[in-house]
């Protein structure tokens, strides 16, 4: 809460109150309220904006319009990055996001998104909403003013795009490439330049040469962005985002003044957009990629010398912030559901799949 004192009592604490006053304080109009929530994306971006407009379309229909979701995409408002101060500090209502961009607010955060070597898209679901996950994010977003729901999952995110082939560990020396979270943290111990750039800005980025490289998303994600027209080699699967999840948060008073029905339609709303956007991803990445390689795409996997390299310099990169009891303390929750849902799934959906691919030849 002290983060939260200190908001109300800054300078820019005082402006965001002031703009709350106008631009995102509940408006109310015959026993309805319009919420104003700001992404993290342009409008129309695949799997990312699909959740947001999915998410507010939910919570729309389930409350018979008693409340309207007004959506602001990134730069309408505020900046794509902007959006936790913004809905911290009362000039938001809520945002829809990815929560490991707020890394520097605190690093636990990034468990809410994914973390190299980390869950898929199922062993997150199996920790947040059945081994303490949610109850976690809960105590964070405390800190913060927040009231936090996961709200989407892009399933597994491809290591990327580059504009040559990496062919060992060295070939990642001074590398200038687009990766957020504790993937960049663990690709800048590699040796690679990392840059932290909102989704929005990443093509004209990489047609300027500003960057040699990018991930994003996925195949029907990337490929809606055009990063086909302008790098030839991407690498399907990668080792910083096995599952990542996006997440939406309330201010905490303005969640509170809700009726205890419409935070239960919030909730199970965000739910419902988490399930909605994992199964979209998973069904259109394959036919996108299919897309890509008939355009000329060279589909490639990274040497295991490579994977050797990434996980090294990922356990480093978390091992870092084990001096915080929070970071510790979910970091540790996270981990000890990862191992008890893949103990189960290794021998059961996993050799299962390794024996229907064998007999369907």
């Known amino acids: 809460m002290k983060r939260r004192s200190f908001?109300?009592?800054?300078?820019?604490?005082?402006?965001?109150?002031?703009?709350?006053?106008?631009?995102?304080?509940?408006?109310?109009?015959?026993?309805?309220?319009t919420l104003t929530m700001v992404t993290s994306v342009p409008e129309?971006?695949?799997?990312?904006?699909?959740?947001?407009?999915?998410?507010?379309?939910?919570?729309?229909?389930?409350?018979?319009?008693?409340?309207?979701?007004?959506?602001?995409?990134?730069?309408?408002?505020v900046g794509a990055l902007e959006v936790f101060?913004?809905?911290?500090?009362?000039?938001?209502?809520?945002?829809?996001?990815?929560?490991?961009?707020?890394?520097?607010?605190?690093?636990?955060?990034?468990?809410?998104?994914?973390?190299p070597f980390g869950m898929?898209?199922?062993?997150?679901?199996?920790?947040?909403?059945?081994?303490?996950?949610?109850?976690?994010?809960?105590?964070?977003?405390?800190?913060?003013?927040?009231?936090?729901?996961?709200?989407?999952?892009?399933?597994?995110?491809?290591?990327?795009?580059f504009n040559k082939e990496i062919k060992s560990a060295a070939d990642l020396q001074g590398l200038k490439f687009r990766m957020p979270g504790f993937g960049g943290k663990a690709l800048g111990l590699t040796g690679a330049s990392v840059q932290n750039i909102p989704g929005g800005e990443i093509y004209q980025a990489l047609s300027s040469g500003a960057i040699d490289g990018a991930e994003w998303i996925g195949p029907f994600a990337d490929e809606r962005l055009g990063f086909q027209e302008i790098c030839e080699f991407y690498y399907t699967s990668g080792f910083h985002e096995p599952g990542s999840a996006l997440s939406t948060a309330l201010n905490r008073d303005v969640?509170?003044?809700?009726?205890?029905s419409h935070q239960a339609i919030i909730e199970n709303a965000a739910a419902a957009t988490h399930s909605w956007s994992l199964a979209q991803s998973n069904a259109r990445n394959a036919q996108a990629l299919e897309r890509l390689r008939a355009a000329g795409v060279k589909v490639m996997e990274f040497d295991d010398s490579i994977w050797d390299a990434f996980?090294?310099?990922?356990?480093?990169?978390?091992?870092?912030?084990?001096?915080?009891?929070?970071?510790?303390?979910?970091?540790?929750?996270?981990?000890?559901?990862?191992?008890?849902?893949?103990?189960?799934?290794?021998?059961?959906?996993?050799?299962?799949?390794t024996q229907r691919n064998r007999v369907n030849g």
């Open 120 to 161: 898929t898209g199922p062993e997150t679901m199996s920790w947040y909403l059945h081994n303490g996950g949610q109850e976690l994010h809960d105590e964070l977003g405390q800190i913060f003013g927040l009231k936090s729901f996961l709200a989407g999952n892009t399933g597994h995110q491809p290591g990327g795009w």
């Open 85 to 115: 101060d913004a809905v911290s500090s009362g000039q938001a209502d809520m945002y829809h996001s990815a929560d490991y961009y707020f890394m520097n607010q605190h690093p636990a955060y990034a468990f809410f998104t994914s973390v």
């Open 311 to 353: 996980g090294k310099a990922s356990k480093e990169a978390l091992d870092g912030f084990m001096d915080d009891p929070l970071f510790a303390k979910i970091r540790g929750s996270y981990e000890a559901s990862m191992q008890q849902t893949y103990d189960w799934m290794s021998i059961s959906d996993g050799v299962f799949a």
């Open 44 to 77: 129309g971006f695949a799997v990312f904006d699909d959740a947001a407009q999915n998410l507010a379309d939910r919570i729309m229909a389930m409350t018979d319009g008693e409340i309207t979701i007004d959506k602001k995409p990134a730069g309408t408002l």
């Open 7 to 33: 908001l109300k009592n800054s300078a820019v604490g005082a402006t965001a109150a002031v703009a709350a006053s106008t631009l995102a304080a509940p408006a109310y109009a015959q026993g309805k309220r």
């Open 255 to 260: 969640f509170e003044s809700l009726s205890p």
